[in-house]
């Protein structure tokens, strides 16, 4: 799995009433690599939004933000899309 195949498979599991249970199901159905693929990109964008400038704007946001709900809120985030990301990034 690509970049590219990433950012689709967030996009269309934004679009459905159930997007958890959609992503799961889908990935369930390909390759095991494919499936470990997905899991680094996820933990590279974890690691990646792990700022403090970032959890800044979290705690103002949300008037207040611990260690859990900083990860939550980075999940949030990166399930908003890579479109989204890039205009909160510049």
């Known amino acids: 799995m690509n970049e590219t195949s990433f950012w689709q ?8 009433e159930e997007p958890n249970e ?11 690599d494919e ?6 990109m996820i933990q590279t964008l974890m690691q990646k939004s792990y700022q403090s ?10 008037d207040g933000c611990s260690d859990d709900t900083f990860d939550y809120f980075r999940g949030w ?3 908003q899309g890579q479109r989204d990301i890039r205009k909160s990034a510049g």
């Open 53 to 62: 400038s970032l959890w800044g704007a979290a705690y103002i946001l949300m």
């Open 35 to 40: 499936i470990i693929d997905f899991e680094f």
């Open 9 to 16: 498979l967030i996009d269309q599991a934004g679009s459905q």
């Open 77 to 79: 985030l990166i399930a």
């Open 22 to 32: 959609w992503l799961r199901d889908t990935l369930v159905k390909k390759e095991t």
